[in-house]
């Protein structure tokens, strides 16, 4: 969980996710996992069961929150290992807020990281967000169109 002390300019890191669905009830791995992750849901969809967890401890980015995951599934108990072991899809969702600025943005995960997810046979995925007010940058467009020369605008 990262906790920012004012909202956040620009394209951040929100959080990660992990997005888990099975065959089978993911309720024992949940409850084994415990107070140590905050619950977003946990069931059944037709015929898939899933779960969506974050970690309630405070981490800084991407990389240092997948890398608590981690941890608590390599501290699983064997039966819910197995539960985890089985389980149809494992992602590590890594939530973006798009925004107009900056240009660009980097999120890096570290080698050990990509490493301890491809040992727990999981995956990381992205989730990027686009911009919540798209009327201001239709407006820099706008603005950006008319202070160009009349010589490179479209007739």
Not at 48 to 69: G, M, N, P, Q
Not at 96 to 124: D, M
């Amino acid at each position: 969980m990262v906790i920012y002390r004012d909202k956040p300019e620009g394209t951040h890191f929100i959080e990660v996710d992990l997005d888990i669905f099975s065959r089978v009830s993911l309720q024992p791995l949940v409850s084994a996992l415990g107070e140590k992750v905050f619950v977003l849901h946990v069931g059944r969809y037709k015929r898939t069961y899933c779960a969506h967890l974050e970690v309630t401890r405070v981490t800084k980015d991407a990389d240092s929150t997948i890398r608590a995951f981690c941890r608590l599934i390599e501290a699983l108990p064997k039966v819910e290992r197995g539960l985890w072991d089985i389980a149809k899809v494992r992602d590590f969702n890594i939530g973006v807020q798009a925004e107009a600025r900056p240009f660009s943005h980097e999120f890096a995960i570290a080698a050990e990281t990509v490493k301890a997810v491809s040992e727990l046979g999981a995956r990381i995925v992205f989730t990027v967000y686009a911009p919540e007010a798209h009327v201001p940058l239709l407006a820099v467009a706008k603005a950006a169109s008319k202070k160009a020369p009349r010589s490179t605008r479209k007739r």
